[in-house]
């Protein structure tokens, strides 16, 4: 044999691997050839690649950004439930977890090449806009937003020092989503045949993009570096609650009986949600097309979603061999 050359492959950092979005852009990621790693916390199952970080301890963040040394860098992790009952977590974690990140990166000899942090939609509040374009004022009405909104200001403190941009992803959702979400709540409520599901405000759209077609777009914007950019994820269709329901019920022929419970009623609630894609699409084109009825036949069908995860239990590797 004669001498080989080790093929070093591009490294890219998840925060949050394990999340619920985390797998889906590892797969993506690993597809266009880069070697993953990631941060995970709490009781979420490491790997190889995969560090156990509380991302509020600058000293460790720093160590697992100086032994990965990243080309891109998608940080998602983050408190993500808005209903999340500490605040103190929604705020130390969102706010503080990203700044002590991107300080860390910012100390890298060889700067990172793109640098995704992930905001939100829910920053745009109860806007009277119908379809929300990235410039219309955000007017944050929980606590979950305010600390995206604070987060994004944290960026953009570090633009010129990193090739930093925002996504605001609209609601989405798929196969591995905790079921204190709506749509994953739904589809269990389905899937044992619950004769009533017992729900919050019913009275709300939202949109709901394909975790998949997140990951896509995310990979593929990773990729392109939009520095200084805030990018909306979007389809731009939205539904009603009862509308979802009405499709789960004509996937699987189950009818359910809708209760409204206090306890899941939140006060100052976003009412409607709905995204203008257009930057999204002028920057990276379409997006896979999944609508909500494939999504929800996705998530009900157990096969397929054994498969899913099976095949997404994370194409992690090593890098310190
Ligand atoms: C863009 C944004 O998107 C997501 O935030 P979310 O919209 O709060 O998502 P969700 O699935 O918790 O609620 C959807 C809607 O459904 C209403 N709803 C009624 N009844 C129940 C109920 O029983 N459970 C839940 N969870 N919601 C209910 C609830 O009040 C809300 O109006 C996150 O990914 C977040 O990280 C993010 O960034």
Request: glycine fraction near 8%; charged fraction near 20%.
């Amino acid at each position: 044999m004669g001498n080989l050359t080790k093929i070093t492959r591009p490294r890219a950092l998840i925060t949050g691997l394990r999340g619920f979005t985390g797998a889906y852009l590892a797969s993506e990621l690993t597809a266009r050839g880069y070697q993953v790693f990631g941060t995970a916390y709490g009781n979420e199952a490491l790997g190889t690649g995969v560090y156990h970080v509380d991302l509020c301890d600058r000293e460790a963040v720093q160590e697992v950004v100086d032994r990965v040394q990243p080309e891109i860098v998608a940080h998602l992790a983050a408190v993500a439930f808005v209903g999340h009952d500490y605040p103190e977590d929604i705020y130390r974690i969102n706010i503080m977890g990203t700044r002590n990140l991107l300080d860390a990166l910012s100390h890298l000899k060889n700067s990172p090449k793109s640098v995704l942090v992930a905001s939100s939609a829910n920053i745009y509040g109860n806007s009277t806009a119908g379809t929300l374009s990235e410039q219309e004022p955000a007017m944050p009405t929980n606590d979950y937003a305010i600390s995206k909104m604070a987060m994004e200001h944290v960026a953009r403190l570090w633009m010129d020092k990193l090739p930093v941009f925002i996504t605001r992803p609209f609601n989405y959702v798929g196969v591995g989503q905790a079921e204190n979400f709506l749509i994953p709540k739904i589809v269990s409520h389905f899937k044992r045949r619950a004769p009533v599901i017992e729900l919050g405000n019913i009275d709300v759209s939202r949109e709901f993009s394909d975790v998949r077609a997140v990951a896509y777009a995310y990979a593929e914007l990773l990729g392109l570096s939009p520095r200084g950019e805030t990018i909306n994820i979007c389809n731009g269709k939205a539904y009603t609650l009862r509308e979802v329901i009405g499709l789960a019920e004509s996937l699987t022929g189950h009818t359910i009986d809708i209760r409204c419970n206090p306890a899941f009623v939140r006060a100052n609630e976003v009412r409607t949600l709905v995204g203008d894609a257009s930057k999204l699409k002028s920057l990276i084109g379409d997006l896979p097309s999944y609508s909500l009825l494939d999504t929800l036949a996705w998530m009900l069908d157990e096969t397929s979603a054994a498969a899913t995860k099976k095949e997404q239990s994370v194409k992690v590797v090593e890098v310190f061999n």
